[in-house]
């Protein structure tokens, strides 16, 4: 037999290697997520499927065939170890993540190959795969394929997939038009096929948060126009404007009626950029300023605002304005899409939320009550020579009535959201007092809420947090008093709730999850959690957002006490 030449290998150490690499990540992440070495069989059994391909890779019928396997095996493993994470609801099908990066290999490997329509109908066989799959397992005694985070996992390691496979075949299309036949397509569709999984990693994130796209667009004004303080401002409702994001060596208070006589007002109803030689700070800064207010228009909507300042007087003339339009122009659309996300993501996270609060009232409630009046009926029957089983159902009684109360909680926090009337502290001051009574804690109110608002998203996450501490506490903490502070002053804010408990150290398991959690929820928002022991006992947790305000108190803000 001739040798084989150097340009068409029997096999490929770099892909068999990576096949390697990823198997062994889904091996540690499918370990991770069922805590069965049981199920590390489907693993081997991908490794033996994909054997063909990576002997094989250039034999005609043997490798596709080896792919087409493997995408099979894949949506049979990700079904069961999904089943096996014991995991249902919206959390259901999380398990099935651990799995389903492997898709990357099939797909690329195909991709490389320019072999676009079998990468479409591994794409194909896959979906069919899991969804068949997925009807004959059941969780919960309820088929999986009823479990919409069993889907939405599945969707989105489909649509990753997809992607990456679309943006190859552009690629290629791009790079034969050009007349460059090199292997630097494969290089980059590998880049791109990376990216675009770590973006699934990190949904919703970076690329679609309002917060991080002007933060960017800030930083790329400081280049083209003098800036010594500058924000992007957004609309909230009810007439007023939030702040997304400002860049400064102090702390500004952005003016944010749109009813106010202010160029800031001019610019939002004209939809032309506007100068003016005051700043358009609530506060009135001393000194020559010169301030640049742009529109960010998508389409005919005005969707914000970008406000630049400067200590200097006549700092942006006519051409230093068209540089900044330049840049404000492209990052409109982009902050028009981030919002719309953003808009979307918070109308389905509350539609979920109240179809599982009417799950949990109509299903498992109702059932515990029954059984309530069971316990009932039994301890009104029961003979005097059955003192014990009495003691026993008195007992039982006891704990169906503890059950029935967590539930009513849960179901108070699913429904709790914040009011765009009432505002932050109301909503927490609201599940304090609720939580507090419900388990008998004393609960000290400290509300310092200015009249600015911050963007919704913000205020979603921050009453989370808060709710995860006031429940630790009540939960784990064994505490009998909670201090409750909250102080809203856009686009600083401060949360602070503290107990008389034992302390951190002392606390179960799922309160240190539920600690991860906040911390997960504070870096989404772009804020600190801060978790310290409280003297003489307890524990404080806070999540700070932004700088603290220079001045002592926030004008138009209100503070309130209560236990």
């Given at each position: 037999?001739?040798?084989?030449?150097?340009?068409?290998?029997?096999?490929?150490?770099?892909?068999?290697?990576?096949?390697?690499?990823?198997?062994?990540?889904?091996?540690?992440?499918?370990?991770?997520?069922?805590?069965?070495?049981?199920?590390?069989?489907?693993?081997?059994?991908?490794?033996?499927?994909?054997?063909?391909?990576?002997?094989?890779?250039?034999?005609?019928?043997?490798?596709?065939?080896?792919?087409?396997?493997?995408?099979?095996?894949?949506?049979?493993?990700?079904?069961?170890?999904?089943?096996?994470?014991?995991?249902?609801?919206?959390?259901?099908?999380?398990?099935?993540?651990?799995?389903?990066?492997?898709?990357?290999?099939?797909?690329?490997?195909?991709?490389?190959?320019?072999?676009?329509?079998?990468?479409?109908?591994?794409?194909?066989?896959?979906?069919?795969?899991?969804?068949?799959?997925?009807?004959?397992?059941?969780?919960?005694?309820?088929?999986?394929?009823?479990?919409?985070?069993?889907?939405?996992?599945?969707?989105?390691?489909?649509?990753?997939?997809?992607?990456?496979?679309?943006?190859?075949?552009?690629?290629?299309?791009?790079?034969?038009?050009?007349?460059?036949?090199?292997?630097?397509?494969?290089?980059?569709?590998?880049?791109?096929?990376?990216?675009?999984?770590?973006?699934?990693?990190?949904?919703?994130?970076?690329?679609?948060?309002?917060?991080?796209?002007?933060?960017?667009?800030?930083?790329?004004?400081?280049?083209?126009?003098?800036?010594?303080?500058?924000?992007?401002?957004?609309?909230?409702?009810?007439?007023?404007?939030?702040?997304?994001?400002?860049?400064?060596?102090?702390?500004?208070?952005?003016?944010?009626?749109?009813?106010?006589?202010?160029?800031?007002?001019?610019?939002?109803?004209?939809?032309?950029?506007?100068?003016?030689?005051?700043?358009?700070?609530?506060?009135?800064?001393?000194?020559?300023?010169?301030?640049?207010?742009?529109?960010?228009?998508?389409?005919?909507?005005?969707?914000?605002?970008?406000?630049?300042?400067?200590?200097?007087?006549?700092?942006?003339?006519?051409?230093?304005?068209?540089?900044?339009?330049?840049?404000?122009?492209?990052?409109?659309?982009?902050?028009?899409?981030?919002?719309?996300?953003?808009?979307?993501?918070?109308?389905?996270?509350?539609?979920?939320?109240?179809?599982?609060?009417?799950?949990?009232?109509?299903?498992?409630?109702?059932?515990?009550?029954?059984?309530?009046?069971?316990?009932?009926?039994?301890?009104?029957?029961?003979?005097?020579?059955?003192?014990?089983?009495?003691?026993?159902?008195?007992?039982?009684?006891?704990?169906?009535?503890?059950?029935?109360?967590?539930?009513?909680?849960?179901?108070?926090?699913?429904?709790?959201?914040?009011?765009?009337?009432?505002?932050?502290?109301?909503?927490?001051?609201?599940?304090?007092?609720?939580?507090?009574?419900?388990?008998?804690?004393?609960?000290?109110?400290?509300?310092?809420?200015?009249?600015?608002?911050?963007?919704?998203?913000?205020?979603?996450?921050?009453?989370?947090?808060?709710?995860?501490?006031?429940?630790?506490?009540?939960?784990?903490?064994?505490?009998?008093?909670?201090?409750?502070?909250?102080?809203?002053?856009?686009?600083?804010?401060?949360?602070?709730?503290?107990?008389?408990?034992?302390?951190?150290?002392?606390?179960?398991?799922?309160?240190?999850?539920?600690?991860?959690?906040?911390?997960?929820?504070?870096?989404?928002?772009?804020?600190?959690?801060?978790?310290?022991?409280?003297?003489?006992?307890g524990t404080t947790v806070a999540v700070v957002l932004g700088s603290s305000p220079r001045r002592g108190r926030v004008r138009g803000s209100e503070a309130g006490e209560g236990e």
């Open positions: 037999m001739p040798a084989s030449t150097p340009s068409q290998p029997p096999t490929q150490p770099l892909a068999a290697a990576a096949r390697v690499v990823i198997l062994a990540l889904v091996a540690a992440l499918t370990l991770f997520a069922t805590r069965d070495a049981a199920q590390l069989w489907w693993i081997a059994l991908l490794g033996v499927a994909g054997l063909p391909a990576v002997l094989a890779p250039q034999h005609r019928l043997l490798a596709p065939i080896s792919r087409f396997a493997e995408v099979m095996v894949l949506g049979l493993a990700a079904s069961q170890v999904a089943a096996d994470t014991h995991l249902t609801g919206v959390t259901g099908g999380l398990g099935a993540s651990a799995v389903l990066p492997y898709l990357a290999v099939p797909v690329t490997v195909t991709a490389l190959r320019r072999r676009f329509r079998e990468g479409a109908a591994l794409l194909v066989v896959t979906a069919a795969t899991l969804l068949v799959s997925a009807a004959f397992t059941e969780v919960a005694g309820e088929p999986q394929l009823g479990q919409l985070g069993y889907l939405a996992v599945c969707a989105q390691w489909l649509i990753l997939a997809g992607l990456g496979l679309y943006t190859a075949g552009t690629l290629q299309r791009v790079m034969r038009v050009r007349g460059e036949g090199k292997p630097q397509p494969y290089a980059e569709a590998t880049r791109l096929l990376t990216q675009l999984r770590t973006v699934a990693r990190q949904l919703p994130g970076a690329t679609l948060d309002p917060g991080g796209i002007s933060e960017h667009l800030l930083e790329e004004l400081r280049v083209v126009a003098k800036t010594d303080r500058g924000a992007v401002l957004s609309a909230s409702g009810g007439g007023r404007l939030v702040v997304l994001a400002q860049i400064g060596a102090d702390r500004v208070d952005w003016e944010t009626t749109l009813d106010a006589d202010s160029a800031i007002a001019d610019a939002w109803a004209s939809q032309q950029p506007t100068t003016s030689a005051r700043s358009q700070a609530r506060s009135r800064q001393s000194g020559e300023v010169s301030a640049l207010i742009v529109p960010l228009v998508a389409g005919v909507r005005t969707v914000g605002l970008v406000v630049v300042e400067a200590d200097t007087a006549h700092a942006y003339p006519p051409p230093v304005v068209s540089r900044v339009t330049a840049l404000t122009g492209p990052a409109a659309l982009r902050l028009e899409a981030a919002l719309l996300f953003d808009e979307v993501r918070s109308l389905a996270t509350n539609e979920e939320r109240q179809r599982l609060a009417r799950e949990i009232h109509d299903g498992v409630a109702q059932e515990l009550v029954m059984v309530g009046y069971g316990i009932d009926n039994a301890l009104a029957t029961v003979h005097d020579d059955a003192e014990e089983t009495a003691d026993s159902l008195r007992t039982l009684r006891q704990e169906v009535t503890r059950v029935i109360t967590e539930l009513r909680l849960s179901l108070f926090e699913l429904r709790s959201e914040v009011d765009r009337h009432g505002g932050l502290a109301a909503a927490i001051a609201e599940y304090a007092r609720t939580v507090g009574a419900s388990g008998g804690l004393r609960v000290h109110l400290s509300l310092d809420e200015s009249t600015a608002r911050l963007p919704a998203a913000t205020e979603a996450e921050l009453l989370r947090i808060a709710q995860e501490a006031v429940t630790n506490a009540r939960k784990h903490a064994g505490a009998a008093n909670l201090w409750v502070t909250c102080e809203v002053d856009p686009p600083y804010a401060q949360i602070e709730v503290s107990d008389d408990g034992h302390g951190i150290g002392d606390q179960r398991p799922d309160g240190h999850y539920g600690l991860a959690i906040m911390a997960e929820r504070a870096e989404r928002i772009r804020g600190r959690l801060e978790i310290r022991p409280r003297q003489p006992s």
